[in-house]
């Protein structure tokens, strides 16, 4: 049986290969099962003063965190930053993001599902929402697995909620996550007709433990 390709989007402040380190144990659980491909957002991030703690960074604190920290949006346009909590009229450079993943679905695909983390799951289900409604011709996804989603707080992304979304998904989120509390991640479930869920004990990371094995495998089983 041929592996899954899987389209993997970070979260904020995150890049393509900072992720594919953090996503290390998720693919050692799925190597006879998916094939992991990394994209970066199009946007870069100002690096947060070592001595603020960022509590909307998604990444795992390491030394120096994110060498090159990337967004798919921002919140705030004149800060050029983001923050999940944040409700604002309008947002910066989804367009770009779109046109990112568009390309790397066009360089690297076909995929058969999309990943997302935190804000990059927040992506993900617009771009679910656009391929839905059959405004990206070259997106053919099958399914996508949404770790710590929410429901974008910005006005001009309400459109992207409007009906739910037909694709199978698989919904991740902790019972102690302090960026993405699971209430945001419930909130986004309603947008998705049938959503599986994961529900781990613990903070703001994708779980990869092996009593985890089973729910990922019997999710993408129904596409291989």
């Known amino acids: 049986m041929a592996p899954l390709r899987l389209l993997c989007v970070h979260g904020y402040r995150q890049s393509g290969s900072s992720f594919r ?73 989804l367009d770009e993001s779109v046109t990112a993943v568009r390309e790397a679905v066009k360089t690297h695909g076909p995929f058969d599902g999309i990943l997302g983390f935190s804000q990059g799951a927040a992506f993900v289900a617009m771009l679910c929402s656009l391929q839905e409604h059959k405004l990206e011709p070259e997106f053919s996804f099958r399914f996508a697995i949404l770790v710590a989603g929410f429901r974008s707080a910005c006005k001009e992304h309400e459109k992207f909620y409007i009906s739910p979304v037909q694709m199978p998904t698989l919904h991740v989120f902790g019972l102690e996550d302090r960026v993405i509390p699971d209430n945001m991640s419930r909130e986004l479930l309603p947008s ?4 599986q ?17 089973q729910s990922y495998q019997d999710f993408l089983k129904r596409f291989q």
């Open 192 to 195: 998705f007709q049938d959503p």
């Open 21 to 93: 380190e953090k996503t290390g144990a998720l693919r050692k659980l799925l190597k006879k099962h998916a094939e992991f491909v990394y994209v970066d957002a199009p946007l870069g991030v100002e690096q947060a003063s070592k001595k603020v703690p960022d509590k909307e960074n998604d990444s795992v604190a390491g030394p120096g965190g994110d060498e090159d920290p990337r967004g798919w949006w921002f919140s705030d346009i004149q800060a050029r930053s983001f923050s999940a909590q944040q409700q604002c009229e309008e947002s910066l450079g």
């Open 197 to 213: 869920v994961l529900i781990h004990p613990g903070g703001h990371f994708i779980p990869a433990a092996s009593a985890h094995r």
